[in-house]
């Protein structure tokens, strides 16, 4: 594990990734922030990320359920999937 991370995006823009929890003892994420917000989603867009921001894991020892709700699941984008892929472009609007 690591404690953070930043990332020079051009044009001013940076992307700042932190973890806190237990180190290389607690693995499974427990929850994330995206700039301070709850983040659901067990995925975050390139779109949110090329924005610049902080990206904040919390880290425990034990599984967690972050992420694991269907909603939270990354979209599809195979035929059939529109519905799904629909819902992707309303949760990464919502940071």
């Not at 995006?9 to 917000?37: C, E, F």
Request: net charge positive; hydrophobic share 35%.
């Amino acid at each position: 594990m690591f404690d953070g991370a930043e990332v020079a995006l051009g044009g001013g823009k940076m992307l700042r990734i932190t973890t806190s929890g237990d180190g290389p003892q607690a693995p499974s994420a427990q929850s994330v922030r995206w700039n301070d917000k709850p983040w659901t989603t067990n995925w975050i867009g390139h779109a949110d990320l090329a924005q610049g921001g902080e990206l904040a894991f919390v880290t425990g020892n034990k599984p967690s359920r972050f992420g694991m709700a269907k909603a939270d699941r990354p979209p599809c984008y195979r035929r059939g999937c529109a519905r799904r892929a629909a819902a992707c472009q309303r949760t990464t609007r919502r940071v």
